[in-house]
């Protein structure tokens, strides 16, 4: 079978690495164009673009596939067999669909139809869902709304940031990606809906969950708001990784990693009453600095411990040397 590979991020390089290694023959890739990034806002290729090129795979990139014709055009005279999309950021046209002869298959890092959209893995940990997965499924003109072929879910650990949960799922996209290939490569000749009877597809209307949209993140949704509650701060936290943020005396801190400030030898109804005696003091106010424990920062319900945090223009550091760096003394307040 032809492919041609369509994505961007590190996530959809590493299902492209796994799809050649396995000995499939992918002969274009379609990504995003070169952005600016870094201090230096100088132009770098996408993920996908390093990868293609590592692996001396032609790389075609486009602002808008719905208004590009003349890519448009090398697609329709390439004559793929199948048209793989891992996190590729556009939304592709019917024409585009339509295209190869084996069908336009997408692995989307949710368990559909929640969180279909942009975002899938960073609304699933801010949301504090149980578990995730991943879904290959049949493309069509809705977002992220064709039938499943493939699925597989992983439960979502208090210890998963956005980093370690999105490694885990892109392991997962590229075995069953390659499973797929192998069920879609036995469909040859068939129509669409002949091919999605034999794949046994599921309709996501039978599918268990509720329809759920994973918006883009802005960088308004990075900033963190101490007035809400302890575990909620901590799933925004772990689910922006490495970019939720505060201000204090109007410099930007990333706050990188954070745990609840529990006394695991006292009851749930001690730890209540702890949490009632401190609704004198107002959320993002410092209430301990030490050595030992580093920075505790107090929420609407509980307080929480920075342990890993970077000052703007600094490394990363853990949050006793963060207060040094700043200079805070308890009472001082983050987010101002």
Not at 76 to 95: M, R, S
Not at 271 to 292: F, L
Request: aromatic content about 6%.
């Amino acid at each position: 079978m032809k492919i041609v590979f369509w994505g961007t991020p590190k996530y959809a390089a590493e299902n492209l690495n796994s799809i050649v290694k396995a000995g499939h023959e992918v002969i274009a890739v379609v990504t995003q164009p070169d952005k600016k990034r870094g201090r230096g806002k100088s132009l770098s290729p996408s993920p996908v673009k390093e990868a293609a090129e590592d692996l001396s795979i032609p790389v075609y990139s486009t602002y808008s596939i719905s208004k590009d014709q003349k890519t448009k055009e090398i697609l329709i005279n390439l004559k793929a067999d199948v048209y793989l999309v891992v996190a590729f950021g556009q939304i592709l046209p019917k024409e585009i669909l339509d295209q190869p002869n084996l069908g336009c298959w997408n692995s989307h890092a949710s368990l559909l139809p929640a969180w279909r959209g942009a975002a899938p893995i960073q609304w699933s940990i801010i949301n504090d869902d149980a578990k995730t997965g991943v879904c290959i499924m049949s493309m069509e003109e809705g977002l992220d709304t064709g039938p499943v072929i493939e699925q597989e879910s992983t439960i979502i650990k208090d210890t998963d940031n956005l980093e370690i949960l999105t490694n885990r799922l892109s392991i997962m996209s590229s075995k069953l990606l390659l499973i797929s290939l192998e069920k879609i490569k036995l469909t040859k000749g068939l129509n669409k809906s002949s091919r999605l009877n034999q794949l046994n597809a599921i309709p996501q209307t039978k599918l268990k969950g509720t329809p759920s949209y994973a918006r883009q993140i802005t960088k308004e949704d990075n900033l963190i708001d101490w007035n809400q509650k302890a575990r909620k701060i901590i799933k925004k936290i772990k689910g922006l990784y490495p970019n939720a943020y505060t201000y204090y005396n109007s410099k930007r801190i990333k706050i990188l990693e954070v745990f609840i400030s529990f006394d695991k030898n006292q009851s749930k109804e001690s730890q209540d009453i702890k949490s009632q005696s401190n609704k004198h003091i107002i959320p993002g106010e410092i209430v301990m600095i030490n050595k030992k424990n580093g920075l505790k920062i107090m929420t609407k319900d509980y307080p929480i411990i920075i342990k890993y945090a970077q000052l703007e223009g600094k490394k990363p550091t853990d949050g006793y040397t963060l207060s040094i760096q700043t200079n805070f003394s308890i009472n001082d307040k983050l987010g101002v």
